[in-house]
């Protein structure tokens, strides 16, 4: 995180709006910082909790979103790099086949870290419809999670690539 | 039971036409009766199930259910269940020490079971048949001779009016419990609808995050929030108890607030303390004689016999839990109330302690219990609450206070650091003959101090020293103990709280007196838990030596125990039984890769007594599996000048996907009468099997964790 620029602060009433495209549709974020973090855009100003915070700092995946097809880090991408793009979070998805996917296994226990690694999978299956077992675990082994839903993930991967997430 | 189980329940009168039957998930006696949980049936058939329990990822909102709708013969699909929000009636929600179902499983089949008597007591009125010619399905009573079927719904506001019944009979076969069931919050886990405590959301609830003192122990002695107060969105600063709070109108102002400002800390008592040094301090101590926990047999001829003794000292560091949702309350004090929202494991401490904080009376504090991101012991604590309310007080707004991942790792408590000195004699056939085992750790601290009386009480020190003074092995003299080094460091219950350390210690050893007498570590095991007593009596635990032994047969046959392994790989084995009855073994493989230890494969038998659902009890085996790798072969918490030295998954590492082993589990034991824990028996004896895993591969022999 940048220390906040104590002589700027000031001028904030000017920020400008930041214009994305969100789980189809056009949001337009007004009053934030440009370098404020997606992840609290979405979580507090947009009520899009779906999006976990677990580190802010890149490092455990709980905030995992698709940018077009690629997996980024809410927490790593700023208000003005996001302008323009089009992004997609859990509540995006619709009975998507990696959810489905995760119900048939029973994969979550506590759960939280599960909207970051199924938006992970979604963009693994997108890249490569096909995974073997090491992409699976190259993939999501970006993702932390501490109640130990590892095996059960990687079967679940498996079960989504069948049910044609990658299409 | 069958004579005094209906004193454990009452018939709540202000159900209305709702059938509703409070119960007691802790009475020992009639006279302790207060209903602390609630089944009710309504007019339209759905059945409701009110309890404390917290669902943190242990499954109890779906295994609890399961319970229900097995002895109601309910319709599962109509089963709700509420989160009981902690009241003077509605104590022991605390959620822990794998407990949930064992202490639940007969005061809720009772309930049940007295409720569908009642509706079939009321149907049989209505019908004008004997009870005896009805039966129950899915939510349906059904006299099968004229084919009539009477919803549990329409039969509620007759049942109501019945007495409870004496003695409800229990069902002696089951569908459900027993069956593969799926998470009931699955759905709303995929969807991202699920509520954490960090998703709650009040009406003008603002955010906030607190700096803190960076020394354990330290404070604040000034601070200037000017350039703070400049950070857009920054809507105020106060001083709280902890540290400095930067009150904003979103998470990411509070956090820019944080580092605008201006704080001199005060370094508190212990400015130089480091983990290094106490680890010396608890090396000096294992001199000591300490408490003595267990004491069996004539060590001191054993010892002046001139056999083999062979000694060795156990190291296991500090651990931080690091659940993935950081610690958080969202609070509104106002009128002389209290509201909180908590992703707690102890609503009623939550409630108590900030009651107190307030000045208030507790009945004045409601706490809504959120779905827990992750417990694992740490949200046993309520000091996170009480940041909140302090807060919020402050400021006269609701607001949420949330902790940063590094505020997370370094100002949580920590699982205790302990040294384990090990000392054992084996006659002329290998065979051990004394085994010795001192612990030397601290108690917990972070929640409750330890009292004076308690200092000397060799029964307190057995709660402290799981896995020591409970050895099951048939060994001639055997000597337990512990000793106490204090230490102002925050420590507080972890996964499985005491008995990690302790069982890595005591089954470590136990592979190297294997090996020390040239035999199989299975071998011995089995014979020393073949010997008479079959129950042994340890402190007030009995644990049953041929369960053990079944375990361990199970998961030797499906670990293929003695078979030859390539050069470079290496089996290992360990086994514990959990506060007495849920009986783990492990089989792990490993492989040493230029120098890296790779976890190929673990096996697990568990007998955790009756099953209620497989599926639980998997990923139960699987979460204690990874969280006790992740122990061993990844990240500690050291500190340093005072200052713990991990602030992120960065530098606290845990298990990743790409090293996590195949798991396999097996069950044994569902012939017991009643089920046991899981969630914390599972991690125990995996550190244990691993290391000697690691022996077997490579011919180092771990004594020191993590690995890294």
């Not at chain 2, 960076?214 to 600063?237: C, E, L, T, Y």
């Not at chain 2, 000694?311 to 839990?321: G, I, K, L, M, R």
């Not at chain 2, 006269?396 to 590094?406: C, N, Q, T």
């Not at chain 2, 032994?549 to 078979?563: D, I, N, Q, S």
Request: a positive charge.
């Amino acid at each position: 995180m940048v220390a906040a620029p104590a002589g700027e602060s000031c001028h904030r009433a000017r920020m400008p709006a930041y214009k994305l495209q969100l789980n189809g549709r056009e949001v337009v974020v007004d009053g934030v910082e440009a370098d404020m973090p997606l992840l609290w855009i979405l979580r507090d100003r947009l009520g899009l909790t779906g999006t976990k915070y677990g580190c802010g700092v890149g490092v455990c995946g709980a905030c995992t979103i698709l940018q077009g097809g690629q997996a980024v880090r809410a927490c790593q991408v700023t208000a003005s790099e996001a302008a323009g793009k089009r992004f997609t979070t859990i509540e995006g998805l619709n009975d998507h086949p990696c959810q489905r996917a995760w119900l048939e296994e029973d994969v979550a226990q506590c759960g939280y870290c599960q909207a970051g690694m199924i938006m992970t999978a979604c963009a693994l299956l997108k890249n490569k419809p096909r995974p073997t077992a090491k992409d699976i675990d190259d993939a999501l082994s970006e993702n932390v999670c501490r109640c130990g839903t590892y095996p059960r993930i990687r079967k679940a991967v498996l079960l989504a690539a069948k049910l044609g997430a990658g299409r | 039971m069958t004579l005094t189980r209906r004193a454990f329940l009452e018939l709540t009168a202000a159900g209305g036409s709702a059938l509703v039957l409070g119960f007691d998930v802790f009475a020992q006696a009639a006279t302790d009766f207060a209903p602390n949980a609630w089944v009710r049936i309504d007019p339209n058939g759905v059945v409701t199930l009110t309890v404390g329990k917290v669902e943190m990822g242990q499954g109890v909102r779906t295994s609890l259910p399961m319970i229900l709708a097995e002895e109601l013969d309910a319709d599962w699909e109509r089963i709700q269940l509420v989160q009981g929000m902690p009241s003077a009636k509605l104590r022991g929600l605390g959620t822990g020490g794998s407990y949930s179902i064992r202490a639940m499983w007969m005061p809720l089949r009772n309930a049940a079971a007295a409720a569908r008597e009642m509706l079939v007591s009321a149907a049989a009125s209505k019908l004008g048949v004997e009870p005896a010619s009805l039966r129950t399905e899915k939510g349906f009573v059904i006299h099968d001779a004229t084919g009539q079927r009477l919803s549990y719904g329409e039969l509620t506001t007759a049942a109501a009016k019945l007495p409870l019944p004496q003695s409800p009979k229990l069902k002696e076969k089951f569908t459900l419990v027993g069956k593969r069931t799926k998470r009931i919050e699955g759905q709303s886990i995929v969807s991202g609808k699920a509520v954490y405590g960090l998703d709650v959301r009040i009406p003008d609830m603002l955010y906030a995050s607190i700096e803190r003192p960076p020394k354990i122990g330290g404070g604040v002695r000034r601070f200037d929030a000017a350039k703070a107060k400049q950070v857009a969105g920054v809507i105020d600063v106060v001083q709280v108890s902890r540290g400095v709070a930067v009150i904003a109108r979103d998470s990411w102002a509070a956090l820019r607030g944080r580092e605008a400002l201006q704080i001199e800390f005060d370094n508190g008592p212990h400015p130089a303390w480091s983990s290094e040094e106490y680890e010396q301090q608890l090396f000096e101590a294992a001199a000591k004689d300490g408490i003595s926990t267990r004491t069996a047999g004539d060590s001191k001829t054993i010892l002046g016999s001139g056999k083999q003794v062979i000694e060795a000292d156990y190291v296991y560091p500090f651990y931080a839990h690091a659940p993935v949702e950081p610690m958080n309350t969202v609070a509104h004090v106002h009128d002389g109330l209290c509201e909180i929202w908590s992703s707690t494991q102890a609503p009623n401490d939550v409630q108590d302690r900030c009651a107190q904080l307030l000045g208030i009376a507790p009945e004045k504090v409601s706490v809504h219990t959120t779905l827990v991101g992750g417990g694992f012991g740490r949200r046993l604590g309520w000091d996170y609450a009480l940041d909140a309310v302090e807060v919020a007080k402050a400021i006269g707004k609701p607001v949420m206070v949330f902790w940063s991942r590094a505020d997370d790792m370094q100002h949580g408590y920590f699982q205790a650091p302990s040294v384990h000195r090990m000392k054992a004699v084996l006659d002329e056939d290998g065979l051990p003959v004394l085994w010795h085992h001192r612990k030397v750790s601290t108690y917990h601290n972070a929640r409750r101090q330890v009292t004076s009386a308690q200092l000397q009480d060799p029964e307190y020190h057995r709660g402290v020293s799981w896995g020591v003074y409970d050895v099951p092995y048939a060994i001639g003299a055997i000597e337990t103990a512990y000793v106490y080094v204090p230490t102002h460091v925050p420590i507080g219950p972890w996964r499985a709280v005491f008995a990690p350390s302790s069982v890595f210690a005591r089954e470590t050893f136990f592979d190297e007196l294997a090996v020390a007498g040239k035999r199989d570590p299975l071998k011995l095991r089995l014979d020393l838990l073949a010997a008479a007593p079959e129950i042994v009596e340890a402190g007030s635990l009995k644990i049953s030596r041929p369960r053990l032994r079944r375990v361990l047969e199970t998961v030797a046959a499906k670990g293929r125990w003695g078979e030859k392994l390539p050069k470079g790989r290496g089996r290992g084995l360990a086994c514990n039984v959990y506060d007495g009855v849920t009986h783990v073994a492990y089989v792990v493989d490993v492989t040493a890769v230029k120098g890296k230890i790779r976890v190929d494969k673990v096996v697990c038998a568990i007998d955790c007594g009756l099953v209620v659902n497989p599926i639980g009890i998997e990923q139960q085996v699987e979460g204690g599996v990874i969280w006790g790798l992740s122990s061993a072969l990844k990240g500690a918490i050291t500190i340093r000048d005072g200052i713990v030295q991990q602030k992120s998954f960065a530098d606290f590492e845990v298990l990743r996907m790409n090293e996590t082993p195949l798991i396999e589990t097996h069950i044994v034991g569902a012939d017991a009468p009643s089920p046991y824990g899981v969630g914390e028996p599972t991690v125990a004896p995996i550190v244990p099997a691993l290391v000697n895993a690691i022996y077997a591969a490579t011919g180092k022999r771990v004594r020191r964790l993590p690995l890294a």
